[in-house]
């Protein structure tokens, strides 16, 4: 699963040209690289398609955090 940014660059795409295959601004796709924003579902799977799968929709989903076992803290 490799980030979007790491992606264009090694695939040779620029952001812009990317954002047109995708049908959204520029900026959106800066967005998404910087971090600052996700895609919406239907987003994340139009770039998991046109990344022919190494930029999954998956990748844009924060990992739930890991719960503590209380029964660890008992002595």
């Known amino acids: 699963m490799k980030e979007l ?16 295959q995708l049908g959204v601004d520029p ?3 800066s967005r998404f690289i910087a971090r600052t924003a ?3 579902l239907e987003l994340a799977v ?5 990344t022919e799968g190494v ?3 998956r990748s844009w989903v924060a ?3 890991v719960e503590e ?4 803290d008992v002595a």
């Open 5 to 20: 940014g790491t992606y264009l660059k090694e695939v040779g795409v620029s952001q812009k040209a990317f954002a047109d």
């Open 27 to 29: 900026s959106v796709v």
């Open 38 to 40: 996700r895609p919406g």
């Open 46 to 50: 139009k770039i998991e398609d046109a």
């Open 55 to 57: 930029v999954t929709a």
């Open 63 to 65: 990992p739930p955090p």
């Open 69 to 72: 076992d209380p029964e660890k």
